[in-house]
Nanobody, 122 residues
Framework: QVQPVESGGGSVQAGGSLRLSCAGY????????MGWFRQAPGKKREGIAA???????NYADSVKDRFTISQDNAKNTLYLQMNSLKTEDTAMYYC????????????????WGQGTQVTVSS
């Protein structure tokens, strides 16, 4: 059973960096894609990055050029490197598995972690 588990969240100052990790997944015949989503208070859940097993990735405009999604397939671990953090990046971040494309749609992901909180202060 696939059960993603996020870690690495915390509180940082604006302009700082944070690296999130996600374990508990593996690519299978029906899991070709991993993704990171976030949800801030009062806002809809936003897909921010996704990656295929071959490393092809896609990013939301809001994080493009600041965040990097990567993976270590040998360790079955997904990462989200977040640089130049802004206060608007404050949100609960979720790791998800099960997509077969890079469209960043919630419905394309079958397995979800419980989330890890990222708080960016001025």
């Amino acid at each position: 059973q696939v059960q993603p588990v996020e870690s690495g969240g915390g509180s940082v100052q604006a302009g700082g960096s944070l690296r999130l990790s996600c374990a508990g997944y593996r690519y299978t015949s029906n899991i070709y894609c991993m993704g990171w989503f976030r949800q801030a208070p009062g806002k809809k859940r936003e897909g921010i990055a996704a990656i295929l097993s071959d490393g092809t990735a896609n990013y939301a405009d809001s994080v493009k050029d600041r965040f990097t999604i990567s993976q270590d397939n040998a360790k079955n671990t997904l990462y989200l490197q977040m640089n130049s953090l802004k206060t608007e990046d404050t949100a609960m971040y979720y790791c998800a598995a099960g997509c077969d494309n890079l469209y960043l749609k919630d419905a394309d992901f079958e397995y979800w972690g419980q989330g890890t909180q990222v708080t960016v202060s001025s």
